[in-house]
């Protein structure tokens, strides 16, 4: 797959700083991993002090690169100031909300409605926030970019991973609306819908699948797509499935409906190139 940003001008775009909410493990670790590989400093944020720090260490003495970590739980009710605090003095260019839980997965009725509110929490209030606090900062700066992590199953609803599910869908719409927002302001927004990542979490949900990607490929091939559309769907396999739930071309249908809002807020409307699902296949 052809990136649009490659080398400097990846650098240029998306550095010298990359901020990851829940950059700790799983396939946030695997972004981080790629960014410190072509010289992006790193802030990490996740809960377990030791976890990040560990990350971290590994980073700093494998790439080179400054790491910084901020311990922050993302469904705190100081979420904003914590991360203004850890950015102030950096000049952030990317920006990627990766943490999101499918712990706890399930009947709807067999957990209390506060167990799925802190599933929105997690996966809904915090990529709202933080792409709103660094989407200012990036559209004011006029070039960057942001990751949103969502999920295949954000495509359809399903017992069992009812609200997992339905939280995913808030995150892909998201960013579809931000990419035609932010677009024309410079700032390029990928909703990334994994399929199954062998991640120690998703081995011990699901105990594991051999058709599980590789986080890395997951992070290299989301990184290669910046740029280029509003959603992406690692792994070819995870493209052909998302194609046939998903038939109707998803951008002239975003550009349609931001032509009409456009028009009844009095607001510009911009045209914008991409590529639907990154299906290039
Ligand atoms: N793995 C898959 O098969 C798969 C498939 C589709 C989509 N996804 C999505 O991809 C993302 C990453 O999945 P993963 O399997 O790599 O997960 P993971 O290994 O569990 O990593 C999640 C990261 O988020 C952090 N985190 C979790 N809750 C947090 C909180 N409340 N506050 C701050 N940080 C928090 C974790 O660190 P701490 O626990 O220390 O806070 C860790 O750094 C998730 O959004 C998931 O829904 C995964």
């Known amino acids: 797959m052809d990136a649009r940003y490659e080398g400097e001008a990846f650098i240029n775009r998306f550095g010298p700083w990359a901020a990851i909410a829940g950059g700790s493990d799983g396939i946030g670790r695997a972004f981080a991993e790629v960014l410190a590989e072509r010289g992006l400093h790193l802030l990490l944020i996740a809960r377990d002090e030791s976890k990040l720090e560990g990350t971290a260490d590994a980073l700093r003495s494998t790439h080179g690169v400054e790491v910084r970590t901020a311990s922050i739980d993302l469904t705190g009710a100081d979420l904003e100031q914590g991360v203004a605090a850890a950015l102030d003095g950096l000049d952030l260019g990317l920006f990627i909300y990766n943490a999101g839980s499918g712990r706890g997965m399930g009947p709807f009725l067999e957990s209390d409605a506060s167990h799925w509110l802190h599933q929105?929490?997690?996966?809904?209030?915090?990529?709202l926030l933080l792409s709103h606090q660094v989407?200012?900062?990036?559209?004011?700066?006029?070039?960057?970019?942001?990751?949103?992590?969502?999920?295949?199953?954000?495509?359809?609803?399903?017992?069992?991973?009812?609200?997992?599910?339905?939280?995913?869908?808030?995150?892909?719409?998201?960013?579809?609306?931000?990419?035609?927002?932010?677009?024309?302001?410079?700032?390029?927004?990928?909703?990334?819908?994994?399929?199954?990542?062998?991640?120690?979490?998703?081995?011990?949900?699901?105990?594991?699948?051999?058709?599980?990607?590789?986080?890395?490929?997951?992070?290299?091939e989301t990184l290669a797509f910046l740029?280029?559309?509003?959603?992406?769907?690692?792994?070819?396999?995870?493209?052909?499935?998302?194609?046939?739930?998903?038939?109707?071309?998803?951008?002239?249908?975003?550009?349609?409906?931001?032509?009409?809002?456009?028009?009844?807020?009095?607001?510009p409307y911009h045209e914008l190139e991409g590529e639907e699902f990154g299906i290039l296949d």
């Open 120 to 127: 929105m929490d997690l996966s809904c209030r915090g990529p």
């Open 135 to 220: 989407g200012r900062t990036l559209c004011a700066r006029g070039r960057g970019g942001i990751v949103i992590m969502s999920s295949l199953s954000s495509l359809c609803g399903s017992a069992y991973t009812t609200t997992y599910a339905a939280s995913k869908a808030f995150d892909t719409i998201l960013a579809e609306g931000l990419w035609q927002e932010f677009g024309p302001k410079g700032v390029d927004v990928v909703g990334c819908l994994a399929g199954s990542t062998d991640t120690e979490t998703f081995r011990e949900d699901t105990g594991g699948s051999p058709d599980a990607m590789d986080p890395r490929d997951v992070a290299v």
């Open 227 to 267: 740029g280029r559309g509003p959603t992406f769907v690692p792994g070819a396999a995870n493209r052909a499935g998302a194609k046939a739930m998903w038939p109707v071309p998803r951008i002239p249908l975003i550009q349609a409906l931001s032509r009409v809002n456009a028009e009844n807020f009095g607001l």
